[in-house]
């Protein structure tokens, strides 16, 4: 178990601007070494060639550049054509309700600006006999903190309203994951566990969610206010199939760590006179 962890921003860091100037610099030396090649190809084919004598390097490489990127915009648009319509089907056809996008989300309270975060599409439906919303958000500058792996990027999320008084609770992802250690803890490698109640932590964090964590069977979660949502990154297109594993994911988090059931708190121990209160790790 672990004890309750302050959350600091931090913006990308030196390793980032480093990456992003690698980047960059190697970009230009391919761009270079690009040109230098079609001058010396494209000098040996204007002496074969007279209709090439007037070509010259960046009209070639613009012209490449369109041969690439005219035939990928056409295929991506027919592509989210095509997922509109099963979204239109899905829609009609499979319960899910569309809902409102706008309204106060578990994590509206914490972050910093609301623009950080923007929620695309939510639908609405129950599942096992309890309220379940799925949907599509965005963020940037670190709004959801560390409930996602990435800085700023896109996401499937799902939120799941339970019965009952279930403390606040959340596993965390490490984003820097180190090599494994002999007789290292996999879950506690790769995870982390915010809580406030180590009695009711006790119940939340043991085996069966650790081994589904482990396996990648459930997602990082989070558990306030009664509302429980997970958020997975994503970089293709969002499919209905996505949305529906998104909501089996999380509902197996509520069944894995028994919040399903009308959740009540242990009362606290009731302390004799003289006796000294410990603190459990």
């Known amino acids: 178990m672990e004890g309750r962890v302050r959350h600091h921003r931090r913006g990308p860091g030196l390793m980032t601007s480093i990456v992003i100037c690698v980047v960059f610099v190697a970009m230009c030396l391919l761009y270079a070494t690009m040109r230098a090649v079609l001058q010396v190809g494209m000098a040996d084919l204007a002496s074969r060639y007279e209709w090439m004598r007037g070509w010259r390097p960046p009209t070639v490489l613009a012209g490449l550049f369109l041969m690439i990127a005219v035939p990928r915009n056409f295929l991506q648009k027919r592509r989210l054509a095509r997922v509109r319509r099963d979204f239109e089907r899905w829609e ?6 569309r809902g409102r996008v706008d309204r106060v989300w578990p994590w509206t309270n914490r972050i910093l600006a609301p623009d950080m975060v923007t929620v695309t599409s939510a639908f609405d439906r ?11 958000l965005s963020w940037i500058d670190d709004g959801l903190s560390d409930a996602t792996d990435r800085w700023k990027g896109r996401g499937i999320f799902a939120v799941v309203r339970l019965p ?9 992802s490490y984003r ?3 090599r494994q250690r002999a007789g290292e803890d996999e879950f506690r490698r790769r995870f982390r566990t915010i809580f406030n109640d180590t009695v009711d932590a006790r119940r939340l964090d043991h085996d069966l969610p650790r081994e589904a964590h482990v396996n990648g069977e459930i997602p990082p979660w989070t558990l306030l206010d009664g509302e429980l949502f997970t958020i997975v990154s994503i970089e293709k297109v969002v499919t209905p199939e996505a949305m529906e594993s998104a909501a089996s994911a999380t509902l197996r988090v509520v069944e894995l760590t028994g919040l399903r059931s009308n959740w009540a708190p242990i009362p606290p121990p009731v302390q004799k006179s003289g ?7």
Do not use: H, K, Q
């Open 126 to 136: 129950e599942l096992a006999g309890l309220p379940v919303t799925i949907g599509e």
């Open 176 to 178: 820097t994951v180190y």
């Open 164 to 172: 009952g008084s279930p403390p606040d609770f959340a596993v965390r």
């Open 275 to 281: 006796s000294v209160d410990s603190e459990t790790n």
């Open 92 to 97: 009609a056809a499979s319960g899910w309700i």
